[in-house]
Nanobody, 123 residues
Framework: QVQLVESGGGLVQPGGSLRLSCAAS????????MGWFRQAPGKEREFVAG????????YYTDSVKGRFTISRGDAKNTVYLQMNSLKPEDTAVYYC????????????????WGQGTQVTVSS
């Protein structure tokens, strides 16, 4: 498994920006895809964005397209989620996750998870 640690959450006003980071360690020699998920109070955890091992392919849920950008560091063991034009409905705990090989949007496919970081969008 891969060990994951998220950072960068916080409180931001509507329309603001945040950048989340996820540092990976452990089985980083194996090709693995990374995903960001989020879970709002009283709701199920949902896929937000994913990126391939190479960083060449990215995927987003419709509600964040054009506002969020997922990227991967040159060393491939850090993944970022740049969040712009934030809305109150983006408020959630954001989780970083890893799985072998290809990106999927299914929670069950990911075998490594971070502890989560809180993002609150409020005026």
């Amino acid at each position: 498994q891969v060990q994951l640690v998220e950072s960068g959450g916080g409180l931001v006003q509507p329309g603001g920006s945040l950048r989340l980071s996820c540092a990976a360690s452990g089985r980083t020699f194996s090709p693995y895809a990374m995903g960001w998920f989020r879970q709002a109070p009283g709701k199920e955890r949902e896929f937000v964005a994913g990126i391939s091992w190479s960083g060449g392919s990215t995927y987003y849920t419709d509600s964040v397209k054009g506002r969020f950008t997922i990227s991967r560091g040159d060393a491939k063991n850090t993944v970022y989620l740049q969040m712009n034009s934030l809305k109150p409905e983006d408020t959630a705990v954001y989780y970083c996750a890893a799985k072998p090989f290809f990106v999927t949007s299914s929670i069950a496919d990911y075998d490594s998870w971070g502890q989560g970081t809180q993002v609150t969008v409020s005026s």
